[in-house]
């Protein structure tokens, strides 16, 4: 239930609805609701676990996650495990809230399958030495998807 005044923290956001429709994105701040009963906060702690402070603020700093280690092959076929760690913000909530099911999974298997791709593409002396030119490549890839997500992609390492 939503108070009639409210506190958004610095870097967070929270997103109000009335009836199941989104009708604003609150940015940080001090915030007056005259129709806080009809209006409700987006709960987001069932989709967003890692990304929320008491379930309705989502946060709009940069942050880091890691894919955990996944196995892939090279084109002459050896076996190799990857693990990346990637910094991402979200740049429009709405679209993050409501153009993905789950952000967090999906920005995961994008990243990895993408570096899965480009490695399965060369051979081992090319994945070993241009750690570079795959970010480079996995980042310039990716951004029409994440873009459609309202996420950024700063690197990956």
Not at 120 to 125: A, S
Request: charged share 25%; hydrophobic share 40%; glycine share 6%.
């Amino acid at each position: 239930m939503m108070k009639f005044i409210k506190s958004v923290p610095q870097g967070h956001c929270l997103v109000v609805e009335r009836f199941g429709k989104p009708v604003s994105v609150v940015k940080s701040g001090l915030h007056f609701f005259p129709l806080f009963f009809i209006n409700n906060e987006k709960n987001v702690s069932s989709m967003w676990s890692e990304t929320h402070k008491e379930g309705i603020y989502i946060e709009l700093t940069e942050q880091q996650t890691n894919t955990g280690a996944r196995t892939c092959f090279t084109k002459d076929n050896v076996e190799l495990i990857v693990d990346c760690f990637f910094n991402w913000r979200i740049l429009d909530p709405l679209k993050a809230l409501y153009e993905v099911d789950n952000l967090h999974k999906a920005l995961i298997e994008t990243v990895l399958s993408e570096v899965r791709a480009l490695i399965g593409q060369k051979e081992l002396n090319f994945a070993i030495g241009a750690r570079s030119q795959i970010s480079e490549h996995v980042v310039s890839a990716v951004e029409g998807t994440l873009k459609r997500w309202g996420v950024k992609l700063t690197s990956l390492e």
